[in-house]
């Protein structure tokens, strides 16, 4: 089985832009959420989707929107980025639960 | 988020065994994940503890207290490779809402 694919892996954006990162979960996965993590805070709950229905939402502002597609894949998008948005995004899927998430390699955003 | 608490910074020797603690409010809990992350990597899964008591898997087990709030992470005859960042994660119902502890930098040395 392929792995989470999160594109792209790297991205430097100016202040002010919008920026769009995809994640494809693992086949069969339905479940996918989003984190963003930073040296500081960790790893920062965003959003998880189910069968494209967002089922729960972290405490972030409305720049940050995601959606999930039929075929399961996840978009999460930026926009009017600022300097603190800089930081590793990871995506995760899960089949169940108790399976535990897996986690893509991220998408490194950096904001200059 | 929902006041969990490790410690930042571990070190242990090789070959000992370390135990990493959590603490975690109750309210709406629903189980507790551990997830392993070397630096520059993906967390990758370690276990899932939805009941109380101790699970093994190998050289690592995880402990869970439901009432106290409190899980730990215990890691024998420490290899380096298991130098990394270990995060505990509760989850909470409401379906897969899942928060990440800072997480606990292991140092394992020679």
């Known amino acids: 089985k392929a792995g989470v694919t999160q594109t792209p892996r790297y991205l430097i954006k100016t202040r002010g832009q919008q920026v769009t990162l995809s994640c494809s979960p693992i086949?069969?996965?339905?479940?996918v959420s989003w984190y963003q993590q930073t040296p500081g805070q960790g790893l920062q709950f965003l959003f998880e989707?189910?069968?494209?229905?967002?089922?729960n939402k972290g405490n972030f502002p409305g720049r940050f929107s995601g959606r999930q597609f039929s075929n399961s894949r996840s978009e999460m998008n930026v926009s009017t980025l600022e300097l603190g948005d800089s930081a590793l995004y990871l995506c995760a899927s899960s089949e169940e639960v108790s399976f535990g998430y897996t986690f893509g390699s991220g998408t490194r955003l950096t904001v200059v | 988020g929902q006041n969990i608490d490790q410690p930042t910074e571990m070190t242990a020797t090789e070959g000992a065994i370390v135990q990493i603690n959590c603490t975690y409010q109750?309210?709406?809990?629903?189980?507790l994940f551990w997830y392993q992350q070397h630096a520059g990597e993906a967390p990758t899964f370690l276990s899932y503890?939805?009941?109380?008591g101790l699970e093994e898997k190998g050289r690592f087990s995880s402990f869970l207290s439901r009432s106290k709030g409190y899980s730990y992470l215990l890691l024998k005859e420490l290899q380096m490779k298991d130098s990394a960042s270990y995060l505990c994660a509760p989850s909470w119902r409401g379906y897969q809402k899942v928060t990440f502890g800072i997480g606990t930098k292991l140092q394992v040395i020679p």
């Open positions: 086949s069969g996965h339905r479940s």
């Open positions: 989707y189910f069968s494209e229905t967002q089922r």
């Open positions: 109750t309210s709406g809990f629903n189980g």
């Open positions: 503890n939805v009941l109380d």
